[in-house]
């Protein structure tokens, strides 16, 4: 047998868009007619073209082009999809061993990311934290151990929340097509509170008329009814992600906080897109000075490797009996030495300042676009979170067409942009915290020349002036 050498690209990916061909190009079509007829139909894709390369803020695809990323594979390539700590790490890993099941014999990196994790997840008090390989799963272990810690079922969820998409937190996840469709019975113990949308309030009211009081009341009302001492956890993202990228009403999290101390309920806080320092603060919650009993990482935690955690107060998290807790692949070495690479890139602090810098370049392109083109109804979000909604500016009826169209024109111009919300409608931004300022205004400088275009194209009378 020959030896095996790491094969490293000769030179470094251009960070620069350049779109070669007509988008998706002739060799992805290809791939992609091949994945047709080998992949199940229920995977859904944004972009049908085959990446090469992956690095910064460029994805390149099979037949040359090179894409601005925009979405860091759902918020999980934050430090970059080809980081050289991250690469280190794990590829001297590979030399030592790739598994062994923690549950059968030890490893101290498995360790030393459970002790960054209580270090740094909010909450001045002790703590533990149990690692895992998805964020379905870290919700799902979450649920577990309030259940066991309380003894108590029932778990209360929000509107616009997504919390996966296995039988419990497809459940949870407020959305029905595509994400529960066609997969019940669901569990029963799962009841949905309203949220508080400052655009669109659950109450029906008129818009930015939510305040976090009124929320809170109908969140009190809704535990009244069933009882609250059957609620075992509330689970709650500090900034909802597949939702909308909805920014709570101030005073919503610290409102909550409340409520389930005085009856015993398990705060957990879903930071598994908006955490690991997405929003300029390594959680999201911290904005809020809000911290969780349970607060729950994945996404970018491991740069790319599938690697989740629950953290939490002590006297929760080892209230599960031994052996309660695990899983095969959980916490797995690879992705454990990944996360310690993504830990020492946050030591210094620049990553979370590139996301403040971030929001601060996007708020410069993207906020005039509020004032100056009518379906533009909102610009929101915090650090590199990101999203415009788009809706007819009288009645917010949601314009998911012009999100579509928008996202489709990005694409064809070489930047990629995903969409979201309850009503589709929402175009959200998510790019690695490495990406450099050029790349990013040329991106944002794309997008707000789609918007333009397609706005006016769309309705004339709308684009304003
Ligand atoms: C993505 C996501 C999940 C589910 O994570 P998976 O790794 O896809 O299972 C849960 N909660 C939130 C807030 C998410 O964004």
Not at 231 to 239: K, L, R, S, T, Y
Request: charged residues 20%; negative net charge; contains cysteine.
């Amino acid at each position: 047998m020959t030896e095996m050498t790491i094969e490293t690209p000769a030179a470094p990916l251009p960070q620069s868009r350049h779109v070669a061909t007509a988008v998706p190009g002739p060799r992805s079509r290809m791939l992609h007619q091949e994945r047709v007829a080998h992949v199940s139909a229920g995977f859904g894709i944004t972009l049908p073209v085959f990446i090469d390369r992956a690095d910064g803020g460029i994805l390149q695809d099979v037949d040359g082009n090179r894409f601005i990323d925009f979405a860091s594979g759902i918020a999980v390539t934050s430090v970059g999809a080809a980081n050289l700590r991250v690469r280190q790490r794990v590829a001297a890993q590979l030399d030592r061993f790739t598994h062994t099941c923690f549950m059968v014999t030890e490893y101290d990196s498995f360790t030393q990311v459970c002790r960054w994790l209580n270090e740094h997840t909010p909450g001045d008090f002790d703590k533990r934290t149990a690692l895992f390989s998805t964020g379905a799963e870290a919700v799902e272990n979450a649920v577990k151990i309030a259940r066991a810690a309380t003894g108590r079922p029932n778990v209360l969820v929000f509107d616009e929340a997504y919390h996966g998409r296995s039988l419990l937190t497809m459940a949870m996840t407020a959305k029905v097509n595509p994400y529960r469709l066609n997969f019940g019975p669901l569990p029963v113990e799962v009841f949905r509170a309203p949220s508080a949308n400052p655009l669109r309030p659950s109450d029906g009211g008129a818009p930015g008329t939510v305040d976090a009081a009124a929320a809170l009341a109908a969140v009190e009302d809704m535990l009244t009814e069933r009882g609250p001492e059957t609620f075992a956890a509330m689970v709650i993202e500090p900034i909802q992600g597949e939702g909308g990228f909805i920014v709570p009403a101030p005073g919503f999290l610290a409102g909550l906080r409340t409520i389930a101390d005085r009856h015993g309920i398990v705060l957990v806080m879903d930071e598994i897109q908006a955490g690991m320092g997405r929003t300029g603060t390594l959680y999201a919650s911290e904005y809020e000075g809000v911290a969780g009993d349970l607060t729950l990482s994945a996404k970018a935690l491991a740069g790319g490797l599938p690697l989740s955690a629950v953290t939490g107060r002590t006297e929760l998290m080892n209230a599960v009996h031994a052996g309660g807790l695990g899983g095969t692949y959980a916490g797995n070495p690879l992705a454990c030495e990944a996360a310690l690479a993504v830990f020492e890139e946050f030591e210094d602090g620049t990553l979370l300042a590139n996301a403040r810098s971030i929001e601060a370049v996007a708020r410069e392109v993207l906020e005039p676009l509020v004032a100056e083109i009518g379906v533009v109804v909102q610009f929101r979000g915090r650090g590199a979170m990101l999203a415009l909604e788009l809706a007819d500016p009288d009645t917010l009826k949601p314009r998911p067409d012009l999100a579509q169209a928008i996202s489709a024109a990005c694409h064809a111009e070489g930047v990629l942009t995903l969409t979201c919300g309850t009503y589709g409608n929402v175009i959200r931004l998510l790019p690695p915290l490495v990406i450099n300022d050029e790349l990013l205004r040329d991106g944002l400088g794309v997008l707000s020349g789609v918007i333009r275009k397609t706005a006016a194209a769309a309705a004339p009378a709308l684009s304003g002036s």
